[in-house]
């Protein structure tokens, strides 16, 4: 199956240099092994069919169009040992930490810029950074963050590095649980002899977290009423709203489905009004609320901010949040786990070049066919360049676009993503994987095991994005019994 794969010079998730498989994935080779081509073709038609009639679908945007399609699953796991695990576990742990202290300190009493640790324009004139619209919010249990999602890579010598932080809305949660799902449906003879972490309890732990910002308010002993708020069914990230509403038990709205009153929010029903004490939104900030944010939105609830800033609504993820997982913060976020925490980063960012320092952007310009460079505002692998990919002609249109906005530009190393097999066309290949971890934060902080494991289905693309045509992978972590077989 695997005579014509090649490894070298890329770190594979699943075969060593010599094209034998890692410890941890011995048990599924060899399972691998014992299916023909038509077989593993039959099942892989099944797992995208399976898709499609679920409605698992997004939409991806190319040329002012958006197409609905199905997000592709591969079916070969990316298998992560128990103790690999405890390590990246703790490491996005104590990120989201030092983040939300950030954020915590940044919209009060900003103790980070008086001591010089990160550039004061940088924060000034970010437009992420709403100090007028959050300043004096009393934020629920002070967390910003109740919903992180932090995607890692790891280079050719297998290291792990931190290649972004989504702390405003991190999507892929549901694709996470229908991928475990196709998978245990259409291969279930891969699990028999793994013992993997279970996604059971999940969403109980993640219900629980929404629920435990409650607005200072609420009269103790009252259970809150927590909402998920959508921009409708036209968002690419739609089905992610509808699988996270219908699995917490709650309620999925849009703006027209809430109003404020006496600066208490409530949700329309058929019984009448019913009193929302939280919303879990899925709505960038600028259009949350007309009367604070952009006007011409008709996706918010005029009046939501004023409910918040009473103390009797609590939003989350947090107003404002876009500050700390912008790309041009990220070169500071090892200065910032040892300033609010005093201890050393236990996951590494990428080396991260700031283009409005003048000679970085002189040395960055010079080696633009070497570079990946990013728009700072951007996501989704959007507005990106990929140097050692790009044409004559789209370097000169970024090295245009640098010398205009600098400070909306970083520049990164291109590093040798890892790869993994994927089954595609009727055979293996490999292809670059990245890893969304999700951290949710209440009373209590819990890692989703495992996360979103994304895969750039295209042959040599380096693009991970779904919304750029990548797909999914199931992501296994080995309980420790499961590390021996």
Known sequence: MFKAYETAPFFDEMLSDEGRPRKHYASFYETLQQFSENELLEKHETAQLSFLRQGITFTVYSENQGTERTMPIDFIPIIIPPDQWKWIEKGVIQRTEALNQFLEDIYSEQNILKDGVIPRELIENNPYFYKEQVEGINVPLKNHIFLGGIDLIRDENGEYHVLEDNLRNPSGMAYVYQNRFVMRQVYPEFF?????????????????????????????????????????????????????????????????????????????TIHGLKRVDIIYRRIDDDFLDPEVFREDSYLGVPGMMRAYRAGNLAIVNGIGNGIADDKAIYAFVPDIIKYYLNEEPILSNVKTYQLRDPDQRAWVLDHLDELVVKNVGASGGYDMLVGPHASIEQIEMFRKKINEEPHQYIAQP????????????????????????????????????????????????????????????????????????
């Not at 308010?217 to 959508?230: F, H, I, M, Y």
């Open 192 to 268: 028999f002899r793994h013992s993997i972490e279970t996604l059971e309890h999940q969403m109980t732990y993640m219900h629980e977290a929404v629920l435990s910002h409650r607005p200072e308010n609420l009269p103790d002993g009252q259970d809150a009423t927590a909402v998920l708020l959508t921009p409708g069914m036209h968002n690419s990230a739609y089905y992610d709203h509808v699988f996270l509403a219908q699995q917490m038990g709650m309620e999925l709205v849009e703006g027209r489905d809430l109003l404020v009153k006496d600066n208490k929010v409530f949700m329309k």
């Open 414 to 485: 291109t590093i040798k993503l890892s790869r993994a097999p994927a089954f595609q066309d009727s055979r293996f290949y490999p292809c670059h994987v990245d890893l969304r971890i999700f951290v949710m934060r209440g009373n209590e902080t819990h890692v989703l095991p495992g996360g979103l494991s994304r895969v750039a289905l295209k042959e040599g693309s380096l693009v991970v994005n779904s919304s750029q045509g990548g797909g999914g992978k199931d992501t296994w972590v080995l309980k420790e019994k499961g590390s021996e077989e």
